[in-house]
């Protein structure tokens, strides 16, 4: 599985938008990116999942650039209730394999 | 959706006793399910593989004697951490695999997590 970076921390106010990113560089050519939401004493919860170019649901955006050796994942007009560790995972989606967890963005928002 | 029910959320124990943690996939079958740990303020830990009817493989450095898996069924993989001490404190999460509707594809499903305090 590719290796992610994170950063370790994140803070922003509410009603912000709040740009992650995850660096990937050894992406291979079948992995997705994948990207979860943990809160304290839960266990992580999916949010949003791409290959290429730009992803939008209803919680959050992933961009992701033509090399893919990277991708954005942003969350629009944040609140207090975004504050959570988000994670980036990178990994080949027509394999039922192993998921293994980097260290993850802690994103703390204020009022 | 799919979900992963983790029982119990909260358990405290004495030192030397056996804990069990039950995860069930309620509407869909799970061959395979992920065993995680995750200590205070750092990032979940994958301890080993559970596949139904098949022995469990365990991560490097995880003693297999110790963190006892079961995975009978095609609905519940058990965790029993066994003589349990403080350092085995910490909080454990379950993970099912799931195929996405309208492709073939996989997702990962979490259990909600349980609190393990060794006293």
């Known amino acids: 599985l590719a290796k992610t970076t994170q950063p370790i921390s994140m803070d922003s106010y509410e009603g912000q938008e709040v740009n992650i990113t995850c660096s990937h560089n050894?992406?291979?050519?079948?992995?997705?990116i994948t990207w979860y939401q943990q809160f304290p004493s839960q266990g992580p919860r999916f949010i949003i999942q791409g290959y290429k170019t730009k992803v939008t649901n209803e919680v959050a955006s992933l961009f992701i650039p033509a090399d893919r050796k990277s991708s954005t994942l942003s969350l629009p007009r944040v609140s207090l209730s975004d504050t959570a560790v988000y994670y980036c995972?990178?990994?080949?989606?027509?394999?039922?394999?192993?998921?293994?967890f980097g260290s993850g963005t802690r994103l703390s928002i204020r009022p | 959706g799919a979900v992963v029910s983790q029982h119990p959320s909260r358990v405290i124990c004495k030192s030397g006793t056996s804990v069990k943690i039950e995860c069930r996939s309620l509407?869909?079958?799970?061959?395979?399910m992920f065993w995680y740990r995750q200590f205070p303020k750092q990032s979940l830990m994958l301890m080993a593989t559970s596949n139904e009817g098949s022995k469990a493989t365990y991560e490097q450095g995880v003693e297999k004697d110790k963190f006892l898996i079961n995975h009978a069924s095609l609905t519940l993989s058990t965790l029993t951490v066994t003589s349990a001490h403080p350092e085995d404190s910490s909080f454990y999460i379950c993970s099912a695999i799931i195929r996405d509707k309208g492709r073939a594809s996989y997702g990962y499903t979490f259990g909600s997590g349980t609190r393990l305090t060794v006293v």
């Open positions: 050894n992406i291979a050519t079948n992995d997705y």
């Open positions: 995972l990178v990994g080949e989606d027509s394999s039922a394999s192993k998921i293994i």
């Open positions: 509407d869909f079958q799970a061959t395979t």
